[in-house]
């Protein structure tokens, strides 16, 4: 009878080097001590999920604060599944969070020394680490249909059995060497299936860095190792990719942690240290029907893919630091003592991540995003915006372009003070509420009506008096006046005033203001009032007030 050694030949006569060659080219890296070697790993088959980001994020911060690597693989073994052009897409969205990879697959070109970096162009190498597996004894060919396949399933299935292909059930494990070359001389299509020598029966111990030591049912299961396409599985992908692209702390998904029994046979089987394993909470939601936690699905909520936060204007440091509160609960107290400027000096730790999946909250998020938005100067909101405006709003690039600095100083109401003003937390819908600014635009917009309580001769009145109003002077001097044209008119200085005495006055300041607004904003609701007729000037201002005493 033929040897396994003999069998391994036969199936991969090209394949001359060994896993030992694999170690000399692909060393141990040359690091400091607890420097971590953290990856990301994409399957191209589609936008960047917001889950994705949060792990891509972590295993950025984990390297990087331990004087580590971050690396991206692209796992591009399932050709049925890839879409074109989501790799390239997937990096340049990692970039819009800042989340930059040192090493590793980069769209338009690879970086580093344990490449390359597409599973795809890795086939040799998992060739190797095969035919090693198949010269053990510990892989083997099998030539089972899907037909096969579907008959020992619906059997199992009758019997209440666990599904899968492992005991008695494994067929093929139990083919001689003289069968298998047979076989494959004949030209029988074929797949190699890992030989488990586990039994779910038996528990083994595992460690995860976020989840600690629990106990998990052993793999018995003979799984594809290598498909007939000449690819290998994720499962075995996975343990030669980590191993030789040198990972010391795999982070990934906590879906993942019902096929760690398989990758740490695997890793065992191939004579491998396994990687220390950190698997993430997945990012749930309330589901709107149900009232149920549920994981955010890519089908049903728009927050699932970052592209929703993108093309809606969100300030990607936002989305970033919101996440930053999902992976470690002590980062907002940190975020309150330390502020937005710095959090690469936050320390994550795996320890203080909740074991549950938060709940996404787009409101949180917003917070955030106001916040950080208020802390950028005038120059910076431009970049921001234009930067936005360039791919997904034409008006706002239109409006921004007619005037740069005219759009800063828009956005420099109440910026540049001790506490400034949080009018904004995205782009999207910027174009449609700074628009009253520009006098065309102006024109065109419906204005919001008048408090009914005054008729059309008292709102005139008021703005024809409100014309004496000068910019000359200071807010609170401006404010001043105001009050004191009310007053004459009989509105009354506060709103206090106005409940105390309602025979005295037919409104308040508030009332005043109110009008004012309206006639040169459109709207009940803007960015303080006094900085808005400084960017329109007084004579625009006046033009509008006039038209709006005309028009009454
Ligand atoms: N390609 C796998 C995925 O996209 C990667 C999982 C891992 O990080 O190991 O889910």
Redesign the pocket.
Known sequence: MITNQELANLIFPDVKETIEDLEKRYPKRNLPEGAEVT?????PTGFLHTG?LF?AMICQKVAKQSGGVFYVRL?DTDTKREISGSGEQLLSQLKLFNVIPNEGYLASHEVGDYGPYCQSKRADIYKVAIKKLLEDGRAYPCFCTQEELDEIRAKQEAMKLIPGYYGHFARDRFLNNDERAERIKAGKPYVIRFRSEGNHIHKIKVHDLVHGDFEIAQNDQDIVIFKSDGLPT?HFA?AVDDHFMRTTT????EE?IASLPIHVELFEALGFEAPKYAHLPVIMKLDAETGNKRKLSKRKDSEAAVSFFLEDGYPGEALIVYLMTIANSNFEEWLFENGYRNIDEFRFSFDKMSLEGALFDINKLQFFAKEILAIKTKDEMYELAREYALKYDEKLLKLIDRDPNYFKAIMNIEREKENPRKDYYKFGGLADSIAFFYQDEYEKMEMEPFNEKFSHEQIKEILTHLKELSLDQDESSWFAQMKEIGLTLKFAPNGKLLKKEPENYIGSIGDVAEMLRITLTTKKNSPNLYYVMLVLGIEECHRRMDKVISKL
Do not use: L, M
């Open positions: 990856r990301f790993a994409p399957s994705s792990t796992e994720y996975h795999v982070i990934r998904g993942w």
